[in-house]
């Protein structure tokens, strides 16, 4: 297949958008309008020829957006369907490279609201060993989802002219397999149609930018467990009385009833509510943290806590499957979480009568956001956190409750046992230029009280959020 140079992109943005209520593509999306993340990837890949074919709100989007060449064509009638747009985008490209005496050796057609684009899945198809017969090279997500982009050689442009309707290429597709290409992607390729497709999306978007990043700057693995070498900062008294958010929790708990405590780490929460319900079934992948959180349960003898290995959502043949409880809880879990909508989803699933989650203001490992820039040049992108969850619930259609506590402290036992969980949270290798910079950061940052190290952070609160499952 040629390179990116000889192909042209047609970005369709004509539509209403009338189950978002109007407006999605100028819609903003982590700083930015939901549009302009798709033409940012397209800029990326350096197309031949970029065409957006503009319909409703075609005055506020070209008034909004940081153009960089790329061609306006408006839809004079875009209620006659998304068939329209694309022939007349693809008219538009073919008319202007021809001219320039460069045409095309293939088109790829790109929907003005799915900003998650991932630029290596348009690579992926432009690589596709594909043949004149089958001209069209379309991804299969692992996660399901449309055809979308599409790419098109030149072999096959005459389907252009076979579109009609308002769903664009999706039916002639579908009807000519024996036309396509299907490349098997990892991942998927979300639409906006909604503001709960954009709580979604945002979401996602902040988690995938947040782990390139740290995908960019870390210099040594995860390792398989980890949590496991850090398994002492997370156990706790179960039978302990100065923390807001456990005593909230504590009101919410009833005798009888069973709790699925998703990420229950060393038990820091699924031990004391074992001392008021009837089980506690908690879910935790960590070898470590499952170590931990049974030999706290032996020393204080509480035998009602059912550790189960699983990661969440639960497989469908898993241990976890059609698991049920009166309460789900997530504690400080989920930041992380890309697809966060199943994740939501599996939660609500096991819960009978109420979900509940604990998280901070800002993520746990926020705590260290002052060294990113002096050790990686860069701010840190930030996870999503409470104030994103709650926003989700509600366009979820939820009626989430939140209660606020000031954010504890976190101490350590040493300079040492600080300057090692910074440099996790990092991805520093020890002993490094990196590292030795590091370590005098963080011993010019410390502070000491109690014979505990911390740092000093912003103030922030811990949310405990409950709401009815659906």
Known sequence: MTGPARIGAIVLAAGASRRFGGGKLLAPLNGAPVLAHVLRTAATLGFAATIVVLGHDADAIEAAIAWTGERRVRNPDPDAGLASSLRLGFEALRDETEAAGSPCDAAVVLLGDQPLLDPAVVRALFAADTTPDRPVVVPSYAGGGGFNPVVIHRAGWSVFASVSGDRGLGPFLRSHPELILEVDM???????????????????????????????????????????????????????????????????????????????????YALPLALIVEEVIAVEPSDGMRTALGELALEYGISNVRAVAERWPPAPDGALAGIRADVALIAHIGYDIEAIAPFHDAMEGAARRLCVAVLMEQPPASLVDPFWPPIHGEARVALPALPEFVDLLRARGRAPEVQLDPRPSRGFDSLDELADFVRRQLWVAPGGIADMRLGELVAASATQADGRWSLTTPASAVGVVSWTPR
Do not use: C, K, M, S
Request: proline share 10%; charged share 35%.
């Open 186 to 268: 990892p991942g998927t390729n979300p639409d906006v149609d909604t503001r709960a497709d954009l709580a979604e999306v945002a979401w996602a978007d902040r988690v995938r930018r947040n782990r390139e990043q740290v995908d960019r700057h870390r210099e040594v693995p995860d390792g398989p467990d980890f949590y496991g070498p850090v398994t002492a900062l997370f156990r706790a008294d179960p039978g302990r009385t100065d923390e807001p958010t456990l005593e909230r929790l504590r009101t919410l708990a009833r005798p009888g009833e069973t709790w699925l405590d998703i990420g229950a780490g060393a038990g820091r």
